[in-house]
């Protein structure tokens, strides 16, 4: 399968699952509103900008609110995610999906899919912590130079981002072959170490049209 097909296959789907992206519209429209009642915050050069906490009692509270704000949310796209992979990869024609089978699909793949994150997650933090180790050591016994502290976090990213490229093929492994998690883990590496350039054109592809979608926001919208 092309690049360009799998990107149209990709907004059929989406127009099957409208209702499903209407919910998912609203949801974070009402967590966005709720974050900007809830967590303090200053605008500055017409941007909002959360100010650091003055006093622990302000960290905890932020703290508190911010993990209350993320932690469903995650969980719900997590939900959508199950739900979404679960009916695309079932046939069906191409009428829109009804939300009652949606929901009963992503209720179904909720758990597998939820330790399925947290797994990724794990891994990934893992891989950005060990690379943070080495380069930190590295930055220390070269005599803490400011080029090599740089580095520091440019490498904990990097391997958070490579992870998540190896890993990008899993969650679909798991909900169609209904694998564990570590052979889904194990097949997606092998399939993404098979598929390098095309995962890389699919993945720039669909961010030139991230970004026309965004520059017609910005010249027809936001003025």
């Known amino acids: 399968m092309t690049i360009f097909r799998s990107a149209g296959q990709g907004f059929k789907l989406t127009f099957k699952l ?14 966005g ?13 017409n941007q909002a900008h959360v100010p650091p906490p003055a006093n622990l009692g302000e960290a905890i509270s932020q703290l508190v609110i911010g993990l209350a704000l993320y932690l469903p949310t995650m969980a719900f796209s997590l939900y959508l995610l199950g739900g979404t992979l679960a009916a695309s990869l079932k046939p069906a024609g191409g009428e829109p999906v009804p939300i009652g089978e949606f929901h009963r699909q992503a209720k ?42 740089g580095l520091i976090g440019a490498g904990f990213w990097g391997a958070l981002l490579a992870v998540g490229l190896v890993l990008i093929y899993s969650p679909v492994i798991l909900i169609e072959r209904g694998r564990g998690i570590k052979e889904a883990f194990k097949e ?4 993404f170490n098979a598929h390098r350039v095309a995962t890389f054109g699919f993945i720039l592809w669909l961010s030139f049209i991230g970004a026309l979608v965004w520059l017609v926001w910005a010249i027809g919208v936001a003025p």
């Open 188 to 191: 997606s590496n092998r399939f």
């Open 108 to 149: 179904r793949w909720f758990g597998v899919i939820l330790r399925w994150g947290l797994a990724a997650v794990g891994a990934a933090l893992a891989a950005g912590l060990a690379v943070t180790f080495v380069m930190a050591l590295l930055w220390a016994v070269t005599g803490r130079s400011e080029g090599m502290k």
């Open 18 to 31: 409208w209702q499903v992206v209407l919910l998912y519209l609203v949801v974070y429209s009402v967590v």
């Open 33 to 45: 509103a709720l974050a900007t009642l809830l967590i303090p915050h200053e605008i500055v050069n």
